[in-house]
């Protein structure tokens, strides 16, 4: 028997409603539905708490099989996580661009790397865009640690395409105001968001 039948049967066993067992395991009962039609598998948390709820071992609620793809499941969630992890660190480590000496400073003949806080010869709009945009990618990657926190999906994707169509913005604006110090460093943290992006979609 299959882990969605088996649900099924320990829930009505119990006089159970979808809607009451969604209830004791703080979960939707639209995850319950999709656990009973074998459309979806509990997380591990999960499980443990249908273990607790109705006096049974996991080992007798799921198959060898059923394991395996828990298993997978899990693995692909967990990377998942790390992935999530990554980006919004990234995004955080853009405030650096406040004090690090990453611009181009006139003297004489020669150029020096300045902080932005030491960068002169350069008009009021500029300035407040170099401010304006490190605080927002930082903001931006609060956010995303906070979504992962808590684990939404829609939100988490939406806040990823936010973040990289914003660096991709700012990549544009150091090219254009010629920055070339703080468009490589960017740049990189670029590349390698996109490739995370890249490994979690071949991972799933």
Known sequence: MELSEKLQQ?????????????????????????????????????LKSISKLFSVSIDDLLSGDELIVLAENENRLNIGKIYS??????DLMILSFLFLPLY?????????AVNLFALKDISTITRAIYFILPIVMSALGVMELVVQHYGNDKWLN?????????QA???????????????????????????LLIKNSRSK
């Open 169 to 195: 913005f700012v990549i544009l604006v150091f090219i254009l105001t010629r920055q070339p110090y703080a468009t490589i460093l960017i740049f990189m943290f670029f590349m390698i968001k996109v490739a």
């Open 158 to 166: 939406i806040s990823k395409t936010c973040s990289i169509i914003l």
């Open 104 to 112: 181009g400073q006139q003297e004489g003949e020669f150029i020096r």
């Open 85 to 90: 992890l990554i980006f919004g660190v990234l």
């Open 10 to 46: 320990l829930r009505k066993q119990n006089n159970m409603t979808q809607e009451q067992l969604a209830e004791k395991l703080f979960v939707s009962r639209t995850a319950i539905s999709k656990w009973e039609s074998g459309k979806g598998y509990p997380n591990i948390e999960s």
